[in-house]
């Protein structure tokens, strides 16, 4: 039968319920009673509460009932109720909204309650044991029951830990399952071995800890709470403290406690004890209980735990009880509820209706002073009866009022009320789902997978576009770009952990590759030995105490197309000779100097990539003067020169020959001869061959221009007008091209059809291009029937690369070639310390009489590249720069550089103008002939030549 009473006592928790969603305001424990002494009304109130509890069955609030115990003692039966409360379950209709309530300071309570109970079953009886012999041996039981309220079962530990991880319909079982299928189709045996026998050292020890050690350790939230109540601190003697890094003293606090627990719970139970004292401990023990259950359920509504559990739980649990009495225990559970809120600062979430007959209620309520109310009255101020009782909540709960029972809410239910007729039918509450319900571990666990997965595709990504790739923070001073022949090749300069050399490090220094001849000099030396050395030079540079250094970037191509590692050897010996400059620099030198290494890739193809990156660097770190390199002239050398002019950087160009760089950049200082000296020094060949003019027929051959080229148009410029001074008339009346096929070979067959079988066959080939191309064009002409006249081929000095003899370049039989070299160490270096530095450094020592005429340093590029780095350092010095700054003077300090007795001769930089035509004084060149030897090795002779800072003209330069 629906009644009246049943409706208001439904509509007031549902306010209640509402409150809390809205507010989370405080719940009190709601009684309701009959305004009269009459059984009949008593089994009316308790089907009230039946009527309100039976309406949640169908919905999605979390409730629990408390039934009547059987049991005759009351203190026993309110600590069931409470440990009912906290094993649960809380009922709800459907799938939970959340996790079931974790209780682990119950749990903690309750294991002391068992062991306590274990050792009063086990007692003698009184006065067998001493308090503290029985104290001592519950102590020992909750060791036994390793702080747990039973004893763990026995066996099946191993399958209990495997079941979730070997169970595919878990979505941790899945990706195991998908991990184990993945290593054994990709690793090795081993690693699959080592695999499994790890994870099953996992289980078993994670399996150990968690049957030998207690759940409830120092870490545990359960003993955190138990050392650290100031409930445990007014009754014991152990003062709270608890600390994450001292757990030695957190269990020490966390077992003085229990100790003191223990003996409350054992004078609750043991007969023979006074009742006052008796008294004491039970109400003790049952207010501890209530507390670790509020406090439980507290913790379960924190609104910003790392679940949101507070968030999602958007109702509070209710509790049930249809007849709370003295003998079921139930009216000591609801005052010590009241009892203990009253104490406490903390709110918690529980809300109880309970339903008490008359007889019971009226003496528990009128030594409380607690004024009753009805579901329906409104005050004069228009309040109802939740809002009055929480307004005067403060007040009641002071100790001076005697309101010993401050958080019950009295509901009088009258006659009328109670006896009324059929009303609408109670609906369960509804409990909206909340949006934060998606925040759990599942979908913590979904986020992070697809975070991880996303991640690694991310870091895929930006694998593919940076050297050193991350998630977070990527170095983007060095990119990967694929060069023409399909290599991917890492291009800008190598800062952090980025590393050039390849797996196999590469061409060494003396020209082979891994494996070669070990007794060669360089053998041991190649690009990784290089860049290790270079950072622990920098890194022992940091370390000094006041120091000032500059930063001077190297800028070469350092690596090259798959099947080309010998491409890379020039610029591997300019990095050692500005790696020689740097430590012969910082052993004496009160400016220091610390290198970047910069890549352009193979033929210097991406050099613009390469000097954007250069600039970026250089606006991070004011240390960074200028640049040593750039020794290659391409369609881009002029762009490049304008961005680090731009930037307020120097550049000290090793073997670029370019003529035009110095009419056009102010900051380009070149210790090579330019195309248009070069072409003049050739000259003297050309008119010491005394040909007649009816044989002054020439060919000039070039390379098709490209954008990794301009090296090849400059030289054919210049040698067509040298050729055409001297008397000469081209073939064709112009340079002819040539191109290259699918692998880079030069392909020559056009250009010699037309030039050796045309009517005036020329007697000298001007070959303005690449020392890769010789090779090619010696053997052609040694195959050419038609190109078998005496030939004397002249080409530039990019030849200084080339290596003759066996496995080298070759010559053709008719064929004197002549190069310019830019420098020759053989006559230049012996007064400088290069062949010195190098031994001492890195172990470079050839066993000559004169060590410069070891292939390391025959060909000058280690030389350039050691003064090169000399002169910017010591421009760099004179203009007072440092990592404090002064980058901007040291264009104007390098104009000042004169340097004598260096491994090229002087570089002087006094005489050198900015922005004008012209050649410039001071370069170094020299004339080298090969002549080819019937069954040996080519020879190869100085002709002619000046060291560099002479500027008095070439002479003795007699074919």
Aim: with cysteine; proline share 6%.
């Amino acid at each position: 039968m629906r009644t009246t009473a049943k409706y208001e006592v439904d509509a007031l928790v549902r306010d209640l319920i509402d409150q809390f969603s809205r507010a989370r305001l405080p719940m009190p424990v709601v009684v309701v009673y009959s305004e009269d002494d009459d059984p009949a009304l008593d089994r009316e109130v308790e089907e009230v509460v039946r009527a309100v509890h039976e309406a949640q069955e169908s919905g999605g609030l979390p409730y629990h009932v408390v039934a009547g115990s059987g049991g005759d003692d009351p203190h026993r039966n309110a600590v069931a109720i409470l440990d009912g409360l906290a094993r649960g379950p809380w009922a709800r209709r459907g799938q939970a909204w959340y996790r079931t309530y974790p209780s682990p300071r119950s749990r903690l309570v309750a294991a002391i309650e068992a062991a306590a109970r274990h050792v009063v079953a086990a007692d003698a009886g009184p006065g067998s044991r001493t308090d503290d012999e029985l104290t001592d041996a519950v102590l020992a039981r909750l060791r036994d029951l390793h702080w747990r309220p039973e004893p763990r079962p026995a066996g099946g530990e191993f399958q209990r830990a495997l079941s979730p991880v070997l169970n595919s319909t878990t979505l941790i079982g899945a990706f195991v399952l998908a991990g184990v299928t993945s290593l054994l189709t990709q690793a090795h045996w081993q690693v699959v071995l080592l695999v499994v026998v790890g994870l099953l050292l996992l289980l078993g020890l994670t399996g150990w800890v968690r049957r030998n050690t207690a759940p409830l350790s120092w870490l545990g939230q359960a003993s955190r709470w138990f050392a650290t109540t100031t409930f445990l601190a007014a009754s014991g003697r152990q003062a709270a403290a608890w600390s994450l890094w001292r757990p030695r003293m957190s269990w020490d606090v966390t077992q003085a406690r229990a100790r003191e627990v223990a003996g409350a719970i054992l004078r609750a139970e043991l007969p023979g004890i006074p009742e006052d004292e008796k008294d004491r401990a039970q109400q003790f023990h049952l207010q501890l209980r209530t507390l670790a259950l509020l406090e439980d359920l507290r913790w379960a509504h924190r609104s910003w735990a790392p679940d949101l559990r507070g968030r999602k739980r958007r109702v509070p649990p209710v509790v049930f009880v249809p007849r709370a009495g003295h003998d079921n225990g139930a009216l000591r559970v609801l005052g010590a509820i009241s009892d203990v809120r009253s104490r406490r600062s903390e709110q918690d979430p529980l809300l109880v209706l309970a339903g008490v007959a008359y007889a019971d209620v009226a003496a528990w309520l009128e030594g409380a002073g607690t004024a009753p109310v009805t579901v329906h009255s409104v005050d004069r101020r228009r309040r109802g009866p939740y809002e009055s009782w929480v307004s005067d909540l403060r007040v009641r709960q002071a100790p001076s009022r005697g309101r010993a029972l401050a958080w019950t809410l009295p509901v009088r239910l009258t006659r009328l009320q109670l006896g009324a007729g059929e009303t609408t039918r109670l609906a369960p509450v509804a409990v909206r789902r909340s949006g934060w319900v998606l925040w759990s571990r599942w979908t913590v666990l979904a986020v992070l997978v697809l975070a991880s997965c996303g991640g690694v595709l991310r870091v895929g990504q930006l694998s593919d576009r940076y050297c050193e790739a991350r998630l977070a923070g990527s170095n983007t001073d060095a990119v990967w770009r694929t060069d023409p022949g399909g290599t991917r090749e890492c291009i800008g300069v190598a800062t952090g952990g980025v590393s050039l050399a390849g797996d196999d490090d590469g061409v060494r220094l003396s020209g082979q590759l891994p494996g070669g001849d070990a007794d060669r000099t360089g053998a041991t030396v190649g690009l990784r030995t290089l860049e290790d050395s270079i950072r622990r030079e920098n890194a022992r540079v940091d370390t000094l105490p006041d120091v000032r250094f500059v930063t001077v970037v190297y800028a070469g191509s350092l690596t090259t197309t798959a099947g080309q590692p010998s491409r890379a050897l020039n610029s591997l010996k300019e990095l050692t000779g500005v790696h020689l400059a740097q430590r012969r620099n910082n052993a004496g030198e009160p400016v220091k100097i610390k290198i970047l290494v910069a890549n352009g890739g193979q033929d210097m193809y991406f050099q613009t990539d390469m000097v954007e990156r250069i600039v970026a660097v250089a606006r991070r770190d004011p240390s960074v003067v200028g640049v040593v390199g750039l020794g290659r002239d391409t369609a881009d050398s002029d762009t490049t020169l304008d961005i680090l002019q731009h930037a307020g950087l120097a550049v000290v160009s090793t073997t670029n020959s370019a003529s035009y760089l110095t009419r056009r950049h102010v900051n380009y200082f070149g210790l090579a001869a330019t195309d248009q000296e070069e072409a003049a020094a050739l000259r003297l060949v050309v008119d010491g061959l005394a040909l007649p003019p009816a044989e002054r027929y020439a060919a000039v051959l070039t390379r098709r221009a490209g954008r990794d080229d301009r090296y090849s148009p400059e030289q054919a410029r210049y040698g067509s007008e040298m050729l055409a001074a001297a008397g000469f008339r081209l073939v064709a009346g112009s340079p002819l091209e040539y191109g290259l096929t699918s692998n880079g070979d030069p392909d020559f067959e056009e250009a010699l059809r037309t030039s050796c079988h045309s009517d005036h066959q020329p007697a000298v080939v001007y070959l303005a291009g690449r020392a890769d191309d010789v090779d090619q064009l010696m053997k052609r002409l040694a195959a050419d029937a038609g190109c078998g006249r005496p030939l004397t081929v002249l080409t530039g000095d990019d030849l200084t690369k080339a290596q003759f003899g066996p496995g080298g370049t070759t010559m053709a039989p008719q064929a004197t070639l002549y190069y310019t070299a830019l420098t020759d160490p053989t006559v230049t270096a012996r007064t400088s310390d290069l062949a010195a530095v190098a031994a001492t450094y890195l172990q470079l020592a050839p066993r000559r009489d004169n060590p410069y005429e070891d292939d390391v340093f025959s060909d000058g590029a280690l030389a350039l590249a050691y003064d090169a780095t000399a002169a910017l350092q010591a421009g760099a010095a004179m203009a007072g720069a440092s990592q404090h700054g002064g980058v901007g003077s040291v264009m104007a300090g390098l104009r000042a550089v004169e340097m004598k007795n260096r491994a090229v001769g002087t570089v002087d930089f006094r005489d050198t103008r900015p922005l004008v035509d012209g050649p410039q004084p001071g370069h170094g060149i020299h004339l080298i002939r090969v002549r080819p030897v019937a069954g040996g090795a080519p020879l190869v002779e100085r002709v002619c030549g000046r060291p560099a800072g002479d500027t008095r003209p070439l002479t003795g330069c007699t074919p």
